[in-house]
Every structure is written in C-alpha cells, then in structure tokens.
C-alpha cells in the first residue's frame, strides 16, 4: 500500500510539471512567433510570476511611444480673391500695420496696444524683420499675430512665379526665426494679388487678408483724419489698414491714441483673426 501511494504522488507532480511546461512554452510563442496569443496556465503559488502580455501591445509599444497621433496636415484653400472681412461675434474688428517693423514707430504702437491690452496683426517685410528681430519677438510675446508681406515690398504682379516665392519663401523663413511660427497670413504689397499669388501663398500655408477700412496714413493727412477715417468705417467684421513703417507714421502713432480707446467705449471688440482649415 505504501508503494502504491509513493507511484501515486510522483505521478501527480510529474503531470504538474508537464502542465507548467507546457503552459510556458505556449506564452513564448505566442510573443515571439507572432500567432494567436494562447493564455497561459495561471503560475505555482509562491513564484514571482510576471502577468502575461499581449503579443500585438509588446511588438508596437516600441514603435508608438507615448506622444498622442500625429495630427494630418492641414491644408490651405486656394482663393481667387482676398479676404476683406473676418467672422466674429458682436462687434468684432481687426487692426492690422503694416511694412515694419520700424524702431522709430512700431514700439510706440505696440505701447499702446498694451495698453488697452489690445491684439492686432502685424505684416512684415523680410529686409526689415531681419534687421529688428527684437520687435517681432515682442509682438509674439505680447500675443500679436505677424503675417507675411514680402521680402522688400515688390509690385508682385511684374514678378516671375520663382520670383515671387522667393519674396515670400524667404519672409516667412525670418518670421519663424524672430516670431517663433511661420506666418498664417499673407498680405499683397500696394494690394497686387494676381492667379500665382494666391497659389503660393497656399503652398506656402498662408491665407491672403487684404482690409475694408484704409486709413491713407502713409499719404499724412493728419491725425484727425485718419481718426475720422477708423471711426466712420467702424463696423462688425471690419478690418482696418494703417502702417508702423515705409515713411513717417507719427500720425498713424498718435491717430491710435486716439481711435482705439474711442473704439472701445463704443462697444468695439478689437482682436485678431482666426484661421478656418479647408
């Protein structure tokens, strides 16, 4: 009787071990032979198992790392005419300068932007970008958005197609360098947008913005009227050109101390655009 018992036992702890074994075998195929995973036997109490993992999880957590999806490149409708008016709730308007920046103006306005903790849009030449890049790494700073206006402020229409994207190429390049982001906007020196224009300029990622309200600023015909000038043409969705560069614009500087507070207690909204993806 003993003998029996003994035959009885080792039997049993054989039939365990072939069990475990067998258990084993079936979780290292399944990881490494790239088959249906097989749920291995549950392990000996007492040993320091490690719980079984999931084939397709082990082989791609390597490759996909931690950082969320990457998102699909947004892409840029091709216009055939700019943008004159932006969207907005209420009484939404958007002031925008351009050809700086120039040191002699451009930190006057942006004083008084900062002010009335106000944001407006700055489109920059290239030439004069790379010699104060100081003043866009302000505006970024100070939440102003920057927009794209050619290198040396051409007639773009008497340009070739290499020509043009070359002026506009190498702008946004400095802007990202001073600004910290490539430009999101795009402006036509003198309003001169033609068929290419506008197809760079998508290529390039940037929408044409072009205004409703010209101040005429840069003709200096005083303070008061280009105050008149922002205050007549005030309206929902209106966009306002004036310049902080190309000339003396100590008008357009003081005609802002003056129109934007007025604009304000009329119940004006004064931001900048948002981008709408195709």
Known sequence: MQKHQMLTRRRVLLAGAAAVGAAGTAGVLAVGGGEEAVRPAAPVPGAQARPALNS????????????PPRAAPRRTLVRHKPLLRVSGRGRTMVLTFDDGPDPRYTPAILD????????AMFFVCGEMVADHPDLLTRMADEGHVVGNHTWSHPLLTRLTRRQIRHQMERTSDVIEDAYGDRPQWFRAPYGAWNR??????????????AWTVDTLDWRMPGT?????RVEHGAAPGVVVLAHDAGGDRSQSVRALRTYLPELLDSGYHVTVPRRHYA
């Not at 397709?56 to 790392?65: D, F, H, K, V």
């Not at 008084?112 to 944001?119: I, K, M, N, Q, S």
């Not at 290419?196 to 913005?209: D, I, K, N």
């Open 56 to 67: 397709s999880a082990y082989r791609l957590q390597p490759l996909t790392g931690y950082g």
């Open 112 to 119: 008084t932007l900062a002010e009335y903790d106000v944001r």
């Open 196 to 209: 290419t224009v506008f197809q760079l300029g998508a290529e390039l990622g940037m929408e044409p913005l």
């Open 224 to 228: 008061r009227t280009i105050v008149n």
